[in-house]
């Protein structure tokens, strides 16, 4: 599935969405983005530079570290893959690819959201993404 593909797909089903990206873990980098309103390239560039350190900060890595250490994992696979946060006015939820774990999805909802559905919707788009 496109990048294009991909936001149209969140904008459409996740319900009450205002704007949809992916981002590009390996180089912090937005691949593309689609919203309701317009918003500087500035604020676009500071969230994927957050997602990634949401995902890939130095802190998250060495908790997931440990976490591999203490239950004898040893694997290069990311420990997590679905974060949501609650904003003032807002439902953030980004999820990894399935199929493409370096690249993260990432759905902005109004606050009266049903959180569920939006979660669920979510991973029906992240999941369904392979060719």
Same mark, same amino acid.
């Given at each position: 599935?496109?990048?294009?593909?991909? =936001?149209?797909?969140?904008?459409n089903?996740?319900?009450?969405?205002?704007a949809? *990206?992916?981002?590009?873990m390996g180089?912090g980098?937005? /691949?593309? !983005?689609?919203t +309701?309103?317009? @918003?500087?390239?500035?604020?676009l560039? =500071? !969230?994927?530079a957050?997602?990634?350190? /949401? $995902?890939?900060?130095?802190? !998250?890595?060495?908790?997931? %570290?440990?976490?591999?250490?203490?239950? *004898? !994992?040893?694997?290069?696979?990311?420990? $997590?893959?679905? #974060? #949501? &946060?609650?904003?003032? %006015?807002?439902? @953030?939820?980004?999820?990894r =690819?399935?199929? @493409?774990?370096d690249? &993260?999805? +990432?759905v902005i909802?109004? %606050?009266?959201?049903? /959180?569920? =559905?939006a979660?669920?919707?979510?991973?029906a788009v992240?999941?369904?993404?392979?060719?």
């Amino acid at each position: 599935m496109s990048v294009d593909t991909i =936001l149209v797909k969140l904008m459409n089903d996740v319900p009450k969405a205002v704007a949809a *990206g992916v981002v590009d873990m390996g180089t912090g980098m937005l /691949l593309g !983005v689609k919203t +309701v309103d317009s @918003h500087p390239q500035e604020v676009l560039d =500071l !969230v994927a530079a957050a997602t990634k350190d /949401l $995902f890939e900060g130095d802190n !998250v890595t060495q908790i997931e %570290n440990t976490f591999k250490r203490v239950r *004898g !994992v040893q694997t290069s696979e990311r420990y $997590f893959k679905e #974060i #949501i &946060v609650m904003s003032t %006015n807002l439902v @953030h939820v980004f999820a990894r =690819l399935k199929q @493409h774990q370096d690249t &993260v999805a +990432v759905v902005i909802c109004r %606050n009266d959201v049903n /959180l569920g =559905l939006a979660l669920v919707k979510t991973r029906a788009v992240v999941a369904a993404e392979a060719p």
